[in-house]
């Protein structure tokens, strides 16, 4: 961070106001003066607020897409309090070859899941209020940065102060935080619930920076200690909630020792320790998953090819930041065929725009970072911000995708951070129109915002507008031919599959989908010769892709709708030897071992699977269903009681349940069960139904008659808004 450790240690925060001013900041005063009104925190914290959520509105609406589906619907850490501890011994994802560790994510999907459901609505909403919260604390965080850097031999109590006597530092401060907030290309971060990890670490990391700060002017020593272990807390959970935390944290410490230099040595080494000690606690909480055995292989990039990626995706993330037009999910920087005839070479060469943007921004860090001027503390600290976070995103280091537009979440601030250090050495005449184009620049981005929150309304509009944008993705083609696939649109299906498998020839989910069309279509030799293929290449292919399973998983379908029940189970078998926690291979052969071979037969596959994994709510429910075939009904309320706890607003193990006790003529278990169904679903009439019908048998009619009165009511209102709509 060039310098940052250049002033004296002996100016007065008298002085250093002076100095301050005479820097060149007194025309910003001015345009303070006559925005008074705006000087009010609550104001802007307001104005944030509205804004943030204006700008989103139109995701609210939106769908779950792609790895959503997952995580809100099929995620099972997420359906019971009794599994929120279990979260932080597994990865984000069961089935996949990432090894993202964030638990406080799963946390808040429980938190939404208990309140809403699977209504979208809700999941939506929570990443809105987390997005538009960091803005607020980003804000009051840079207030504070940005009068360190101008108050630098003043302590932090005092700078509280001093801030009054300077309004220019909060509008600026107002200024970055505002145009963060709106900027489109956060999209991915806000829009798409599965984003919100990146909202998670900024709230938590910013918000404990900003108690840090706050413990340092404190008054009792009490209130300094609980203060900073609510930062410690908030920094853990920044870790536990996305990897970028570390980032902040090296940011944070990289800022005590350079710039708060007159805190005293001690307060300073101590965070130092307590940093160490968090990122020590997230390693060990790491370990806890265990090994992911699933990770794909190495690129082998030579340096070259990785400063030129380096450079070339700087420059996509400056187009991104400066000019939003074209965003999309499963962007690339990398052409593996950029080099092999004239043509391709000409395209390459064409492309290269991007290294030359990235080369020019390294410049433009350079200068400004070294220019003389009241802005080169600012504009050094924004370089530093924006290079320290975007280096592990810079393919020093192979990730899954070499450039992605929600990775810009932490860097965007250093690089907004910059812009505000350049804007402070305009001419005098051209700073009195700052405000009016930091307006323009809001109403754009903000409008751009709003489109692109448009395409998140639901899955088809998403993943068209993403190839009609630009994207090559495979996996969004994929997603797109499933869709029409399942409108029976199977000749437009197959031409999108067909290009996939052209450009990725050994890619299993494709050819997958591909069998799943042919099959569809009446061609089921050829869908079961590209099933078995699936089955026989697994044992390679999942080193690189994950749910490499799935081919097995329909071969068997196939051969069972053939009446070759011992082939099937046979393919099985196998598949679950390979994947022994994979629920969708087991529930598959316990099934087709239920209807060949009987209850039993079926138990031991379920049994050995929930011994290993207690917390899956179905498997718990399939163990009832087969004690109750068996005729143990002991052990099958026992399942059932368990998949019931798993799950809090499902009414399935409850139904069973329900009708074990009435084949018992235990009538009032039944009933009490019944009411615990109405509540987890009390707009479903058919749940009244069940109910008038226990009531009905305990012989208390006046009761069912009541019963079955508000079932009708709901069954009213449900055909009503189905003419509304």
């Known amino acids: 961070m060039p310098q940052l450790a250049q002033h004296s240690t002996h100016e007065s925060g008298e002085e250093c106001v002076g100095a301050a001013k005479s820097a060149g900041c007194s025309s910003i005063a001015k345009i303070a003066k006559s925005t008074h009104i705006l000087r009010s925190h609550w104001l802007r914290c307001l104005l944030l607020l509205l804004i943030g959520f204006v700008v989103r509105s139109p995701a609210l609406q939106g769908q779950s897409i792609w790895d959503d589906q997952y995580l809100v619907n099929g995620n099972p850490f997420i359906k019971s309090p009794l599994l929120i501890l279990e979260t932080f011994r597994h990865y984000l994802f069961l089935d996949s070859s990432s090894a993202h560790y964030r638990p406080i994510q799963n946390i808040t999907y429980f938190i939404d899941y208990y309140f809403w459901n699977t209504n979208d609505f809700g999941f939506h909403l929570t990443n809105v209020i987390l997005h538009v919260a960091s803005g607020i604390l980003l804000y009051f965080l840079l207030r504070q940065l940005l009068a360190s850097l101008y108050f630098r031999n003043v302590r932090p109590a005092t700078r509280f102060r001093l801030l009054k006597r300077m309004p220019w530092i909060s509008h600026g401060a107002f200024l970055v935080a505002l145009l963060w907030t709106v900027h489109p290309v956060h999209s991915a971060a806000i829009d798409y619930i599965s984003g919100r990890a990146d909202s998670l670490a900024f709230l938590f990391s910013a918000a404990g920076w900003l108690l840090f700060l706050r413990a340092q002017s404190a008054s009792h020593r009490s209130a300094r200690v609980g203060l900073c272990s609510l930062a410690a807390i908030s920094g853990l959970a920044a870790l536990l909630s996305r990897e970028i935390a570390c980032i902040w944290i090296i940011v944070f410490i990289a800022h005590l020792f350079l710039v708060e230099r007159r805190l005293r040595f001690r307060v300073r080494l101590s965070a130092l320790v307590c940093c160490l000690g968090l990122f020590l606690t997230y390693a060990a909480c790491r370990q806890l998953p265990g090994h992911r055995t699933l990770s794909p292989p190495e690129d082998g990039w030579s340096a070259p090819v990785r400063a030129m990626l380096m450079v070339r995706a700087l420059g996509d993330y400056t187009r991104l930041l400066i000019f939003p037009d074209n965003l999309h999910l499963e962007r690339t920087v990398l052409r593996p065929t950029s080099f092999g005839n004239n043509a391709t070479w000409r395209t390459a060469i064409s492309e290269e725009y991007l290294s030359i943007l990235g080369l020019l921004l390294l410049i433009a860090f350079a200068i400004g970072s070294f220019k003389k001027g009241s802005g080169q ?175 097995a998983v329909n071969l068997a379908h196939l051969r069972y709708k053939a009446r070759n029940y011992a082939s099937a189970i046979s393919v099985l078998d196998r598949a679950r030897k390979d994947y022994p926690d994979v629920w969708e291979i087991v529930s598959s052969e316990s099934e087709a071992l239920r209807q060949t071979e009987g209850a039993d037969a079926a138990l031991q596959v379920v049994e050995a699977f929930a011994n290993r994994n207690w917390w899956h709510g179905q498997a718990a429910l399939a163990l009832g269903r087969l004690y109750a075939q068996k005729g143990d009904i002991d052990r099958a309320i026992i399942a059932l009681r368990r998949a019931s706890w798993l799950d809090i607003h499902d009414t399935e193990a409850l139904r069973l349940t329900v009708q074990i006790r009435l084949g018992q003529n235990r009538l009032e278990d039944a009933l009490n069960l019944q009411r615990r169904a109405i509540a987890r679903q009390p707009d479903e009439p058919h749940q009244y139904i069940q109910l008038s019908q226990i009531l009905d048998k305990m012989g208390r009619a006046d009761e069912a008659r009541t019963v079955l009165a508000q079932a009708s009511r709901l069954v009213s209102v449900a055909q009503s808004q189905t003419i509304l709509n």
């Open 377 to 551: 503390l600012t504009r050094a600290f924004g370089a530093s911000w924006f290079l320290a976070a975007y280096l592990p995103i810079s393919n020093i280091v192979q990730l899954n995708a070499t450039v992605a537009e929600h990775w810009l979440y932490l860097p965007s601030v250093g690089f907004l951070i910059f812009l505000l250090g350049c804007a402070l050495e305009l001419p005098e005449r051209y700073r009195r129109n700052l405000v009016a184009l930091a307006a323009v620049a809001i109403i754009a981005l903000g409008v751009r915002s709003f489109v692109r929150s448009g395409d998140w309304v639901d899955e088809e509009t998403f993943y068209r507008r993403a190839l009609e944008t630009g994207s090559r993705s495979a996996r969004i083609a994929i997603n797109l031919s499933d869709i029409y696939a399942a409108r029976g649109c199977y000749s437009l299906a197959e031409k999108i599959i067909r290009s996939v498998i052209e450009q990725n020839p050994d890619y299993p989910v494709a050819q997958n989908n591909l069998a799943n069309i042919l099959f569809h279509e009446g061609k089921i030799s050829d869908a079961e010769a590209l099933f078995a293929s699936i089955n026989k290449n697994s044992a390679e292919t999942r080193r690189e892709y994950s749910r490499t399973w799935v081919g």
